[in-house]
């Protein structure tokens, strides 16, 4: 259960605020993403690290902003987000590269944002 | 991409009786499929997995079958509890496209099934 933590649990910010969520993974894994999980929505995979370079970016909005500083750390840098950006963003991480079971993504607890 | 569909939404069976979910994918090159149960609340946890190269996997109360050729894959309960209750995700792992993005691995998930275990 303390694999993946991420911080806060829960934040409330206006439109025009900078904040920014944190990551921290305690497996020796070296890769590392950010998932977006609305309501009634299946998992969005956000980015993609792998050895702290970014492999993957699914057409996320500029106003998200990922920093992987090493293997361990991810944050995701939110500014001028909008209401609809409220949802629960999960980090996970899993071994790379590939290899029986190495795939297997492991969750954070999330933070649950929402957006006045 | 990948497409992952996964049915039915929402589950309720009766204490004891068995539970089956179904998810069918796109990408024939897929080969590595996990099932994450997600408590209320909490994260998202992976509860069994099955691999391209097997058919069927078992573990205790829980089994997951593989058709490779339909593109579908299933989740079987039986015996089901109360603590079975959950929202239930599928995925399908896609291989990197090249040796050099080797370990970029990609999970695509369905929508999740809402299990209800009725007492």
């Known amino acids: 259960e303390t694999g993946v933590t991420q911080t806060p649990r829960h934040l409330v910010m206006g439109m025009t605020n900078k904040k920014s969520l944190k990551c921290e993974q305690h497996l020796g894994h070296n890769a590392m993403y950010w998932y977006k999980q609305s309501a009634k929505k299946p998992l969005e995979l956000m980015f993609v690290?792998?050895?702290?370079?970014?492999?993957e970016n699914n057409s996320v909005p500029s106003r998200f902003s990922p920093e992987c500083p090493n293997s361990s750390h991810l944050f995701l840098h939110l500014h001028t987000l909008q209401p609809e950006d409220s949802a629960l963003y999960l980090c996970?991480?899993?071994?790379?590269?590939?290899?029986?079971?190495?795939?297997?993504?492991?969750f954070g607890p999330g933070t649950r944002l929402l957006v006045l | 991409g990948e497409n992952v569909e996964q049915h039915p939404s929402t589950l309720s069976v009766q204490e004891g009786d068995s539970a089956v979910i179904k998810c069918t994918y796109s990408?024939?090159?897929?080969?590595?499929f996990p099932w994450y149960k997600q408590e209320l609340g909490k994260r998202p946890q992976l509860i069994i997995d099955?691999?391209?190269?097997?058919g069927e996997k078992k573990d205790q109360r829980i089994a997951v079958t593989l058709n490779k050729t339909a593109k579908h894959f299933s989740l079987h309960i039986t015996e089901t509890q109360p603590e079975d209750s959950a929202v239930y995700f599928c995925a399908a792992c896609q291989p990197p496209k090249t040796i050099s993005n080797f370990g970029n691995e990609k999970l695509t998930f369905g929508t999740g099934t809402r299990l209800t275990i009725i007492p």
């Open positions: 996970a991480s899993s071994q790379a590269p590939g290899g029986r079971g190495q795939e297997t993504q492991y």
């Open positions: 990408d024939s090159a897929s080969n590595y």
């Open positions: 690290y792998n050895f702290k370079e970014q492999t």
């Open positions: 099955i691999r391209s190269n097997v």
